[in-house]
C-alpha cells in the first residue's frame, strides 16, 4: 500500500499542511499519481547564470561596436531542466553630441537576453527569451545552458557620441530528479 509523507514546515505552505501527514490519492491500478504536494519534495538543484558587460569610451566617438557576451554551465542530461526566470537590465547609454545643427539625443537601445539549451546529439537547441517570470516547460536530456545579451552598435557621421553602457542579466535554472512511481507514493 501506500506510505504517507510528513511535509517538513516550510515558509510559504498553507498552515493546513504544516506537519501534517498526507496520503497520496490511489488511481485504479493502486500506483499513486504525483501531485503538487509530492512533486515538490522531489530533489531540484537550483543554478543562476548572470553575467554584466560593459563598454566605455573616455574620448568621443564616431563608431560603436555592438555590446555583446555569453556565458555558459553544463547541466545533468538525466535531469529534467526547467528555466525558471530571465532577466535583463540595461545601464547607461550613448549621446550625440559635437553635431553641427543637433540637439544632443540619446538612445537608448533594447538590449535583449537569450537562454540556450542544448541537447546531446540530433535534438535542436532550443531558445528562450527575456524577460520572462514564467517557468519553461520540463525539458529531457538538456546537457548545458548558455546565456547571452546583446545591444546594437551605430556609426555615426558628422557627429561624435559619449559611450558608457553596460548590461545585466540573468536566468534561474532547476534540474528536477525525475519522479519514479516509487517516489510518488514514499
Do not use: C, N
Not at 509530492?38 to 566617438?61: C, H, I, K, N, P
Amino acid at each position: 500500500g501506500a506510505r504517507s509523507a510528513l511535509l517538513p514546515v516550510r515558509k510559504g505552505l498553507p498552515a493546513a499542511t504544516e506537519g501534517r501527514k498526507l496520503e497520496p490519492p490511489q488511481t485504479a491500478s493502486g500506483e499513486a499519481p504525483l501531485t503538487p504536494a509530492f512533486r515538490a519534495t522531489m530533489a531540484t538543484t537550483r543554478r543562476m547564470l548572470q553575467l554584466y558587460v560593459e563598454q566605455l569610451s573616455d574620448e568621443l566617438v564616431t563608431d560603436v561596436q555592438p555590446l555583446s557576451e555569453e556565458v555558459f554551465i553544463f547541466l545533468d542530461p538525466t535531469k529534467k531542466t526547467v528555466i525558471r526566470e530571465i532577466s535583463v537590465e540595461e545601464f547607461g547609454g550613448i549621446i550625440a553630441s559635437k553635431a553641427p545643427g543637433l540637439v544632443p539625443v540619446g538612445w537608448t537601445d533594447r538590449a535583449v537576453a537569450r537562454v540556450r539549451l542544448f541537447f546531446a546529439a540530433g535534438r535542436e537547441t532550443e531558445y528562450f527569451y527575456a524577460p520572462s517570470h514564467v517557468e519553461s516547460p520540463e525539458l529531457d536530456g538538456v546537457i548545458g545552458a548558455g546565456l547571452s545579451v546583446l545591444e546594437l552598435g551605430l556609426t555615426v557621421s558628422g557627429a561624435q557620441l559619449a559611450l558608457a553602457r553596460g548590461i545585466g542579466a540573468h536566468a534561474y535554472i532547476d534540474e528536477r530528479d525525475e519522479p519514479t512511481p516509487r517516489d510518488a507514493r514514499d
